[in-house]
Structures are given as structure tokens and as C-alpha cells.
């Protein structure tokens, strides 16, 4: 099947593959900054707590 | 796999088609993410106890695209309805920018992202809630009860309210009384906001065959149950004042724009049938009024009324 793609449509596609791509990357820097605090407030002083720190 | 060609720039080509970023947005119905968002992020401050900014904002992030996931598969079911609706027919699927099947995908795909990352990152009741919602939202409402019962909306109305429970649970872990009579507000009134939309609208939903209540009780009844909802919404807007929530400012404000709401409903029912100029108004005021009286909940200290 041959599908004609005006310019407008290319257009399209790429502001499109341009919001995916930086859909992406928020999510990974949103898990990223999640663990940190996570870590930061709940896992790390739990460990220091349980080896005397 | 096709073969992609490209057409002459000649100017006689079709109407795009290819699907933008934008008509992504669409789907995920952003007016109404503002007023969840915004109703979530009440409900994340007034929570008693103290939450990470980072861990707000990942919270809020959560809600508003749990909320625009219910709105991708919503768009996907009433795909056929959306095209009949003159309201509705330049959504993404009826102008055949999105097909219904890639609606679907990208719904449950962000309705299970969203989720995870609340339970990975916030905590099980935030979680456990949004997926609720979701459920609640797609299945309960659209698919069950909107095509069903002139209740639809009074019964669905309660997935628009779940989201400053969440917001609290995104705080305490728990799902506690007082976080309930914000849900109680917004609970009550849907029922007057959607039925001043309905009434103005009423074509639209016969064309589709929804029983909404203009068109299987007629606009006198619609218009008798608004005010009837309208009391019953300014009795819920007290309700968070027994709970420690709102202080002074929100006390004052629930009665000037309580009293503004129901005024505006009883010119709704006196407008002759027909006739819609008050009917619209009452639904943009009505949008005014929940993102007013939510706004002025954290504000001052909080009062505690007894009973």
C-alpha cells in the first residue's frame, strides 16, 4: 500500500516524535528526582538509624 | 509495513492527516485536567502534615495525567456519540486524526504509567485511589451509566470528585473523613454545572441518544433539580469547615458565591423553555465558583464549627 504524505503530514510527525522524545526524557528525570528523595528522606537515614550513624 | 511516498506541495492536497502533538493534548481533555489538577493540589495542602515539594509535584503530575488517560479512553468509547455532538465532532477520533484503537493504547498505557509512578514514588492509598478513579471514570461512567440512566451524571460525577482525596492521600497515606467533604463539594456540584451545559445542549444529547435529563424529563424538571442540587451543594460547601478546613475567607466566600450560584439557578428556572441565556451563564459561573471556593480553602487560619 502506498501512502502519500504531504509536507504538512511530515510536519506533523515530527512535532509529534519531538513531544514523545521529551515525554520520555521528563519521565525518566521524574523517576530520577523521585529515588533521589526518596533515598535522601526515608532510605538512607533508615539505614544510618539501624547502623548508629 | 507501507511505503511512504510524498505528494506534490501544490496546494491540492488533502487536509492533513497525520496526527500532531497536539491532537495527543486533545485527547486528554485539558480544560477539565486544570480543575482536577488544581482540586488535587487543594487537597495535597490542606492535608494535615508535611510532604516533599518534589514528591507534590510528582503526585500532581500523577492525578493530571491519570485524569487525561480516563479522558483518551473515554474519547475512545464515545467515539461514535463524539461524532454525532456538534460539541464534540472536532475531537482528534471523529475528524479521523487519531484512529480509536491508538486513543485506547495511549489511555491505558498513561492510566497504568501513572499509577505505577504514584505507587512507586508517593504511597499504595494515593495510588490505589487514581486507579479507582480511572476505573470509576471509564467503566462506571462512560461505559455503564452515561447510555443508561438519566443518573449518569449525578452517580459519575463522583470521578471528578475523587482527585483532592487523592491529593490528601498523597500526604497522610490514608484516606481520611475530613478529605471527603471536598469530595462532597464537588460531588454536588456536578449535577448543576453539567445540567446547565445540558439544557443549552440539549440537542446535541438527544441526536446521540444519551438520557440526560433535559431530554428524557423535559427543561422544567431539569431546571427544578438545579436549584434543588444548588441547595444541596451550599449545604456541602460547610461541610469542611466542620473538619478544620477553610478558614474565615473561605467561610465568607462559600456564602457570597453560594448565594451568587443559587441566585443564577432560580433565573435558570424562571427563563422560559427555549431559552438558554441564563442556563449559560450558570455554567460558566459555576466553573468560577469550584475553582473559587477551593482556592480560598488553605487560606487564614482554620476555623473547626461544632455541631
Known amino acids: 500500500m502506498t501512502m502519500a504524505m504531504t509536507p504538512e503530514d511530515e510536519k506533523r510527525r515530527h512535532g509529534r516524535n519531538r513531544a514523545i522524545a521529551l515525554a520520555l526524557a521528563a519521565f525518566v528525570v521524574l523517576i530520577f528526582v523521585g529515588s533521589v528523595v526518596k533515598m535522601t528522606n526515608g532510605v538512607i537515614p533508615q539505614l544510618d538509624v539501624e547502623i548508629g550513624r | 509495513m507501507s511505503d511512504i511516498t510524498y505528494a506534490s506541495n501544490d496546494g491540492s492536497t488533502a487536509a492533513p492527516r497525520e496526527a500532531s502533538a497536539g491532537d495527543y493534548i486533545a485527547l486528554l481533555k485539558p480544560r477539565v485536567m486544570s480543575l482536577v489538577l488544581f482540586t488535587g493540589l487543594i487537597g495535597l495542602v490542606v492535608a494535615p502534615g508535611a510532604i516533599h515539594p518534589a514528591m507534590a509535584a510528582i503526585a500532581l503530575i500523577c492525578i493530571a495525567v491519570g485524569a487525561g488517560a480516563s479522558g483518551a479512553i473515554n474519547m475512545w468509547f464515545d467515539a461514535d456519540i463524539d461524532a454525532v455532538m456538534e460539541r464534540t465532532s472536532k475531537r482528534p477520533i471523529p475528524r479521523g486524526r487519531i484512529e480509536p484503537h491508538e486513543a485506547l493504547t495511549f489511555g491505558l498505557f498513561l492510566a497504568a504509567a501513572s499509577v505505577f509512578t504514584m505507587f512507586l514514588l508517593v504511597n499504595l492509598a494515593a495510588a490505589g485511589l487514581l486507579a479507582f478513579t480511572i476505573f470509576f471514570y471509564v467503566v462506571i461512567y462512560t461505559m455503564w451509566l452515561k447510555r443508561r440512566t438519566v443518573q449518569n451524571i449525578v452517580i459519575g460525577?463522583?470521578?471528578?470528585?475523587?482527585?483532592?482525596?487523592?491529593g490528601w492521600a498523597a500526604v497522610t497515606g490514608g484516606l481520611e473523613l475530613p478529605a471527603w467533604a471536598m469530595f462532597l463539594l464537588i460531588f454536588m456540584w456536578t449535577p448543576p454545572h453539567f445540567w446547565a451545559l445540558a439544557l443549552f445542549r440539549r440537542g446535541d444529547y438527544a441526536a446521540a441518544g444519551v438520557p440526560m435529563l433535559p431530554v428524557v424529563k423535559g427543561e422544567a424538571s431539569t431546571r427544578r433539580q438545579i436549584v434543588g442540587y444548588t441547595v444541596l451543594m451550599l449545604a456541602a460547601s460547610v461541610t469542611p469547615l466542620f473538619f478544620g478546613i477553610g478558614g474565615l475567607a473561605y467561610m465568607i466566600g462559600a456564602a457570597a458565591l453560594g448565594i451568587t450560584f443559587l441566585a443564577?439557578?432560580?433565573?435558570?428556572?424562571?427563563?422560559?423553555?427555549?431559552?438558554?441565556?441564563?442556563a449559560g451563564r450558570l455554567f460558566g459561573f459555576s466553573i468560577f465558583y469550584l475553582f473559587a471556593l477551593f482556592a480560598l480553602l488553605p487560606v487564614g487560619t482554620p476555623i473547626v464549627l461544632g455541631l
Open chain 2, 264 to 278: 443564577i439557578s432560580f433565573l435558570v428556572l424562571r427563563e422560559q423553555e427555549g431559552t438558554y441565556c441564563w
Open chain 2, 157 to 166: 460525577g463522583a470521578a471528578g470528585a475523587f482527585p483532592p482525596v487523592i
